[in-house]
């Protein structure tokens, strides 16, 4: 990897964090920079992990292009600030979720152009519509739904969600707004020769994630059985599936699209744990009560809100061929080395979970 100088936006949450501090013990002679607002509760805690490992962090905002600026020069940026949660954005969508997924993003393209530096936008699998995956055709199972090998919809097999699965439709201002900074990124591609990847990422996971109900329940699920905290199931029974990365598994991927960025450059992908990662959440709770040896009782709440959706699987298929690419981490691997995390930081993580 060439890079000298690499921005990272959103650089003290979840995912920025754990790419900073992967790439800065890989890479010796690369520079690594962490700007974000740390907005998201929790972000602070990652900063005095960013410092030890010689890592500079900026406080500052994507929403304001003189704070993107503070970064004189970059040869890389990988996009990671975001409002994300697909609940978030209906009291008021201008004010940190539009204004920061896609103004925010923007104002990093802009960045990176006029720095002639490549760039990586983590995208999310919520663009895909809502209404257009809740009709994939399942089949409900004792803990968990499976997806049927016959189906109507383009773009969906027993693999899960291509990126052939249409993209007409509502899908909640948060995959919205992803979008359209896609949309807007395309344009700095064609129009002036950027190089940039778009990871359309499903449920990525792993240590020093602070999941909220909202975003991020695998850590939530996890620190709530340590703390013999409280969990409930919305809709579906608990039965909902998702596919889960371990987040070193997206850095293991980053570094194979960075070594040969024009491979991958102005291309889409979907990346996520793929079918070998798929849980319901029932079938997370029974993994996360023999990995935590604590067991809690589970609530439900009978509703189904508009963004909810039943089943969303990776198919994982394009990355895979031109990469390689393969997911090394199993589901009880990121729920193990997520309750790692938890008992050795339990004190400090107190104030986010319980
Ligand atoms: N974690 C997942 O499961 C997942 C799934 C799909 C897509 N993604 C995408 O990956 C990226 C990173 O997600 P994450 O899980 O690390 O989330 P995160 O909330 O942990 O990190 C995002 C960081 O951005 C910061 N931020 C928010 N608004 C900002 C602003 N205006 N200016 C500067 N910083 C700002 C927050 O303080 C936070 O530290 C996001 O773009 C998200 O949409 C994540």
Redesign the pocket.
């Known amino acids: 990897m060439n890079y000298k100088t690499i921005l990272i936006?959103?650089g003290?949450?979840?995912?920025?964090s754990n790419l900073a501090l992967n790439l800065i013990r890989d890479f010796s002679g690369t520079k690594v920079i962490c700007?974000?607002?740390?907005?998201?509760k929790g972000?602070e805690l990652n900063l005095p992990r960013l410092k030890k490992a010689g890592i500079k962090f900026i406080r500052?905002?994507?929403?304001n292009k003189q704070e993107l600026d503070l970064v004189k020069t970059f040869d890389l940026l990988i996009?990671?600030?975001?409002?994300?949660s697909v609940m978030a954005g209906y009291d008021n969508p201008l004010a940190?979720l539009i204004?920061?997924?896609l103004y925010?993003a923007v104002n990093c393209l802009e960045a990176a152009r006029q720095r002639k530096a490549d760039f990586v936008f983590?995208?999310?699998?919520?663009v895909y519509p809502i209404k257009e995956l809740r009709l994939i055709n399942l089949r409900e199972e004792d803990d968990n739904f499976k997806c049927l090998p016959q189906q109507s919809i383009r773009g969906v097999s027993e693999k899960g969600i291509s990126e052939d699965f249409p993209l007409e439709g509502s899908r909640s201002f948060y995959g919205a707004s992803?979008l359209s900074a896609e949309i807007i990124l395309k344009e700095y591609v064609h129009g002036f020769g950027l190089r940039a990847i778009v990871n359309r990422?499903?449920?990525?996971?792993g240590p020093w994630?602070?999941g909220k109900v909202d975003?991020?329940f695998l850590a939530l699920w996890v620190a709530r059985h340590i703390y013999c905290g409280s969990l409930s199931y919305i809709g579906y029974s608990g039965k909902q599936v998702r596919d889960v990365l371990h987040v070193d598994d997206l850095y293991d991927l980053l570094l194979l699209q960075l070594k040969d960025i024009d491979k991958y450059s102005a291309q889409v992908f979907n990346v996520g744990g793929t079918i070998d990662n798929a849980v319901s959440l029932r079938q997370l709770t029974e993994l996360c009560r023999k990995v935590t040896k604590k067991k809690i009782d589970l609530g439900f709440i009978d509703q189904i809100r508009e963004q909810d959706i039943p089943y969303y699987v990776s198919d994982c298929t394009r990355i895979e061929r031109l990469s390689g690419f393969k997911p090394k981490r199993n589901l009880e691997t990121i729920v193990c080395d997520t309750a790692q995390w938890v008992f050795d930081n339990k004190n400090t993580l107190e104030k986010i979970f319980k």
């Open positions: 936006t959103g003290a949450g979840f995912i920025g700007l974000d607002n740390l907005q998201r972000s500052g905002d994507v929403r996009e990671c600030s975001a409002e994300c940190n204004d920061t997924n925010g983590l995208s999310t699998s919520r992803k990422c499903s449920v990525m996971a994630q602070l975003q991020g």
